[in-house]
């Protein structure tokens, strides 16, 4: 029997500080219950290993949170649990999140015995001054250290996440970032736009006039002449946000932007599975309190179609229309007629013979183009 893919997520949501512009589940100050929560997740995984029959896991991404920030033989006991209990492909690609200030050799080696083989690692931006301001907690030079020994251990993929757009950053600062990544070689480089979300200490900050964001027009800039730095020192572009060398792009991102099946676990997490999404609670005390009875919140799939168009989207190379009539057996094009008729009229998508893309003005205003398919 044939076994499909499936994808394994895992969410820690441990930090030693808060970022001024997070807005995902984490937690500091909540370290005393580190244990509690990975013996309740490590059952969860245990009460859920049928859906893994007939499955075969070929990624398995450990996030966060600060997942570097908890003692590694913790992690090394998930990954574990994760091997005794789903069938592992030989080809799995392994993905932990790093943060520089949180990272020491010992943890490093622990991950690479346990079979993590893709660091990520929290950068942000190569200036202080500008990491200070949005509460990060490490500097340049710590980031340097965390990926030399990185290498030293023997990681051989390695992301690099920045930002761009940050209050008080311009586009030659964030060059001058770029230039030093580029410079250390790594395998993949994520670089995100700022979001300013509601209720984090940057939303506050600029509210009260002690930060200023920067104008679309200069935001834009820099997203193209990052691109084209990018490309011209041998990355490819393969979604909005994420660049690669041949080869390394991200197996984790490009399986969820390819609607295939994943299962999260922790406090937060989301999975997709058997065309429905499921989701944990995001209070950390309540998801620890349930142990065993983890009871996921179940979110039906309404309109497949539309979101494999909208997370297809993401991808720089577009939607192929032979893969989606391969899966819906229809044709896209007639499909979402009216929807693409409208994004070719204000050119944000074009439509080839193998694919639907985004044209560059449409990565610029890519929110527009996925509202049409929510």
């Not at 996030?63 to 990954?79: M, Q, R």
Request: net charge negative; proline share 2%.
């Amino acid at each position: 029997m044939k076994q499909n893919e499936l994808g394994i997520y895992v969410h820690i949501p441990f930090c030693v500080r808060k970022c001024y512009y997070c807005d995902f589940v984490s937690f500091a100050g909540k370290e005393n219950l580190q244990e509690q929560y990975i013996d309740v997740l490590k059952k969860e995984m245990i009460a859920n290993k049928e859906k893994g029959n007939d499955k075969v896991v070929t990624t398995i991404y450990i996030g966060g949170g600060t997942p570097s920030y908890v003692d590694s033989k913790l992690i090394v006991s998930i990954v574990n649990t994760i091997k005794q209990n789903y069938q592992i492909s030989n080809e799995v690609e392994m993905t932990i999140e790093v943060n520089p200030g949180t990272i020491t050799r010992e943890k490093l080696e622990d991950y690479k015995k346990a079979g993590m083989n893709r660091l990520s690692i929290g950068l942000q931006s190569a200036a202080d001054k500008l990491l200070k301001e949005i509460g990060r907690i490490h500097t340049y030079e710590e980031f340097l250290n965390t990926y030399d020994l990185a290498r030293e251990v023997g990681f051989s993929n390695i992301n690099v996440d920045l930002m761009l757009a940050l209050p008080n950053q311009t586009v030659d600062v964030l060059q001058e970032s770029l230039k030093k990544v580029i410079d250390l070689k790594p395998e993949h480089i994520s670089i995100y736009s700022l979001i300013l979300e509601e209720g984090t200490v940057l939303e506050k900050l600029v509210s009260r006039g002690e930060r200023t964001l920067l104008c679309e027009e200069t935001e834009r800039d820099m997203y193209w002449k990052t691109k084209e730095l990018l490309e011209q020192n041998g990355y490819v572009h393969y979604e909005i946000s994420n660049f690669a060398k041949t080869g390394k792009e991200s197996k984790h991102n490009l399986n969820c932007w390819n609607q295939k099946e994943y299962l999260g676990f922790g406090a937060s997490a989301h999975s997709y599975y058997d065309k429905k999404r499921y989701s944990n609670t995001e209070n950390l005390e309540r998801y620890i309190e349930r142990q065993q009875k983890i009871v996921h919140e179940v979110q039906i799939v309404e309109d497949e179609q539309k979101e494999y168009m909208m997370l297809g989207l993401r991808k720089i190379q577009g939607v192929s229309i032979s893969e989606f009539k391969k899966k819906f057996v229809q044709n896209p094009i007639y499909v979402f007629r009216k929807e693409l008729d409208k994004l070719v009229k204000e050119d944000l998508i074009e439509i080839d013979i193998d694919n639907i893309k985004l044209t560059n003005k449409g990565i610029d205003l890519a929110n527009l183009v996925w509202e049409e398919f929510v």
